[in-house]
């Protein structure tokens, strides 16, 4: 028996068909595998993205809330040290009126001292000393309350500046 060569060609495409078919299949396996690591790579990025973007948006969160308790501690502090100049500035302005009303005592003390006193040989009376002394001690009480208000104002907003800043530095 012999065989044609019709048959060892058909034998031969055929082996050639299935050996091209091994290694199609072996490619399609290898190429699989490759495009199941990329997705897990993928997939594993992913979770990675996902992850530093929560963390993220919590670190940003928390920054966020805390300004907002900086800010609120800040007004705070502010309408507490209003308050509390406020009572000091009602203090101070009774201890002026005080000092005022007993300024006024020794001005008519000092009246009623020199009620019909002359000056005396090589003297001058009392009471212009006494009511220069009141002029003065007037003066004085003027440019103190001034120097007071300037204070207390450049004070609290100096206070307050400094913890609205102190709250915006990051930490």
Do not use: N
């Given at each position: 028996?012999?065989?044609?060569v019709?048959t060892w060609t058909?034998?031969?495409v055929?082996l050639?068909?299935v050996a091209l078919?091994g290694?199609?299949t072996v490619?399609?396996s290898?190429?699989?595998?490759?495009?199941?690591?990329?997705?897990?790579?993928?997939?594993?990025?992913r979770?990675?993205a996902?992850?530093?973007?929560a963390k993220a948006?919590?670190e940003?969160?928390?920054?966020y809330?805390?300004?907002?308790?900086?800010?609120?501690?800040?007004?705070?502090?502010a309408?507490?040290l209003?308050?509390s100049r406020a009572v000091?500035?009602?203090r101070s302005?009774?201890a002026?009126?005080?000092?005022r009303d007993?300024r006024?005592a020794y001005?008519?003390?000092s009246g009623?001292?020199?009620g019909?006193a002359?000056?005396g040989t090589?003297?001058?009376?009392?009471?212009?000393?006494?009511?220069v002394?009141?002029?003065?001690?007037?003066q004085?009480?003027?440019?103190?309350?001034s120097?007071a208000?300037?204070f207390?104002?450049s004070?609290?907003?100096?206070?307050?500046?400094?913890r609205?800043?102190?709250?915006?530095?990051?930490?």
């Amino acid at each position: 028996m012999a065989i044609s060569v019709t048959t060892w060609t058909a034998a031969g495409v055929g082996l050639a068909l299935v050996a091209l078919l091994g290694v199609q299949t072996v490619r399609l396996s290898t190429e699989k595998a490759a495009h199941a690591t990329t997705r897990a790579e993928y997939a594993d990025a992913r979770t990675e993205a996902s992850r530093l973007h929560a963390k993220a948006e919590t670190e940003q969160r928390e920054e966020y809330e805390r300004r907002i308790g900086e800010k609120d501690a800040t007004i705070k502090f502010a309408q507490d040290l209003a308050a509390s100049r406020a009572v000091a500035l009602a203090r101070s302005v009774r201890a002026g009126d005080s000092l005022r009303d007993e300024r006024a005592a020794y001005l008519a003390r000092s009246g009623e001292a020199c009620g019909g006193a002359s000056a005396g040989t090589g003297g001058a009376p009392a009471c212009p000393a006494a009511r220069v002394l009141d002029e003065l001690f007037g003066q004085a009480d003027s440019f103190a309350g001034s120097v007071a208000a300037a204070f207390e104002g450049s004070y609290a907003a100096g206070t307050i500046c400094a913890r609205q800043y102190d709250s915006l530095t990051v930490k």
